[in-house]
Structure formats: structure tokens, C-alpha cells
């Protein structure tokens, strides 16, 4: 099939009204938003439905010929796509929920204290909004002290956090298994449109020869809307087996996507 601009609007919107209908049966369950795996799939449901929302809107207000800013979203969902489908298909799902959490926190707080060592070795410790020393001294205390972040400590002691691996190593390291083939015809992808999310003469060049009606990058857009109802309906799938709700698909979309080689 060829794929046109409003196609393309068409399945953004229905991406949107699948997670619409079905957060509706989340939002009635009154969930615990501490709890680590709700809040986990919750928020991953709300990020794509924002994304598919932006992206329709994106195309459908275009009024210049360049994608640098669906590039750079499109590149988000497929992102996702990798973490959720890699995760849900491991036999300890939930510890891996864990790592993958615990992972962010550790990176998170190292790019902060990054700013602290910049601070006070190189601006005198009183740089605005910069952190300092005694700063991050409080934030992890506060930290190694909170309930909610004991599960992701490997070593609390030495503020050592669990590790999740990154997306290259996800890829290099999967077996043949039947997700397996998604999964890395998805990272040539997410690696090819990395390079619009940094600005270089290479991407601008690149860019410039793009001309969606003509060449296959519709399809290509439409190719990676499909992982993303293919993550969302990842994250539905554990309230479905936890809270025993049913799925809703008023467009059919299982139907749609059925042919598409993706992990169930």
C-alpha cells in the first residue's frame, strides 16, 4: 500500500482512541501510583498516546516540507517499542521492570552531579541553577532513605543501582526467538533516524532529499505507528492479566496489524 499524509494522520488518530478507550477502564481501577509495574505501564500508555496525538497534529497543521520534528518523535516511539517488547518477553518480566527503572535513576543522578562537579571545580560552587557538592550529598541520602527506591539498589551502601541494558546491547544479545526479528528490523531504524535527533550537516542534507509522496518514507511512518500500538497493547496486556480487564479495539486494529511480524 502506498501511504499518503492522511493515512498516516488516519492511523496517529486511531492509535489514539485505542489508548483512550482502554486507559478509561485504567483510570477506573483507582491504582496505587507507587506501586512499580502499574505506574510503569501506566506511563508508558500515556507517552505513546501523547506522541501519536502530537504527531497527527504535526502533520496535519504542516505547512513546510521537512520532518525533522517526526523524525525525532517517531524515534521516541520506537525506542519504547524495544524496551516494552524486550521486557515483556523475559520470564522475570517484573524484576526487569525494576532494573529498567532503577537504571534511569542511576543515570539521571549522575548527569546532575555531572553539573556539580562543573560547578565547583570550574564555576566556584555558585553557578545559578547549577547543584552543588552538598546538594547531591542531601539528594542521595534522601534517596538511599526513601521506601519507594530500596528495590533498586544492588548495593545501597556504595549508592550502586541495578543495571538494564542498553539498546545495542538488547539487539546484539537476543537470541533467535519470536520477537527477535521485530526487534531488529526496529533498531535499524531507531539508529537511522538518531541522526535527526543532534543537528548535522549530514541529517539537514539528508533531509533535504526526502519527499514522502514520492518515496517509501510513509510507509516507513506507518511501519513504526504499527510498534506502537504493538507497545501499548504490551502495557494493556498486564492489566488484562492482572485486573481481568477486556481489550477494546473499536477500529479492529488487532485485525489490522494481524499480519505484521510483531510479538504478541
Known amino acids: 500500500m502506498d501511504f499518503t499524509r492522511n493515512n498516516i494522520i488516519e492511523l496517529h488518530k486511531r492509535i489514539v482512541q485505542f489508548g483512550n478507550e482502554n486507559f478509561a477502564q485504567i483510570e477506573k481501577l483507582n491504582l496505587d501510583p507507587n506501586d512499580e509495574l502499574d505506574s510503569t505501564y501506566v506511563g508508558m500508555i ?10 497527527a497534529s504535526l502533520m496535519l497543521n504542516k505547512n513546510h516540507g521537512y520532518h525533522t520534528s517526526e523524525f525525532i518523535l517517531l524515534r521516541c516511539l520506537i525506542d ?15 524484576e526487569v521492570i525494576v532494573n529498567f527503572n532503577a537504571d534511569a535513576l542511576d543515570k539521571n543522578y549522575k548527569k546532575i552531579y555531572d553539573l556539580a562537579i562543573l560547578n565547583e571545580e570550574t564555576l566556584g560552587g555558585n553557578y545559578p541553577f547549577y547543584p552543588t557538592y552538598a546538594l547531591m550529598a542531601q539528594v542521595k541520602e534522601k534517596m538511599k532513605n526513601s521506601p519507594k527506591r530500596q528495590q533498586h539498589f544492588s548495593d545501597k551502601e556504595n549508592f550502586k543501582f ?10 546484539r544479545e537476543l537470541k533467535d526467538e519470536k520477537y527477535s526479528h521485530s526487534l531488529r528490523r526496529a533498531y535499524f531504524i531507531w539508529r537511522k533516524l538518531s541522526d535527526f535527533v543532534h543537528y548535522s550537516n549530514t541529517a539537514f542534507e539528508e533531509e533535504q532529499m526526502i519527499d514522502p509522496e514520492k518515496d517509501s ?9 504499527s510498534y506502537s500500538y504493538f507497545t501499548i497493547l504490551n502495557c494493556f496486556k498486564h492489566f488484562q ?24
Open 162 to 171: 541495578k543495571t538494564f541494558k542498553n539498546t545495542g546491547q538488547i539487539i
Open 46 to 55: 500515556l507517552r505513546q498516546m501523547t506522541i501519536n496525538n502530537d504527531l
Open 80 to 94: 519504547d517499542f524495544l524496551h516494552i517488547s524486550y521486557i515483556v518477553n523475559q520470564p522475570n518480566s517484573e
Open 217 to 225: 518514507t510513509y510507509t516507513e511512518f506507518a511501519e513504526i505507528i
Open 241 to 264: 492479566n492482572r485486573y481481568n480487564l477486556k481489550i477494546i479495539d473499536t477500529n479492529n486494529l488487532s485485525q489490522y496489524y494481524k499480519n505484521t511480524e510483531h510479538p504478541n
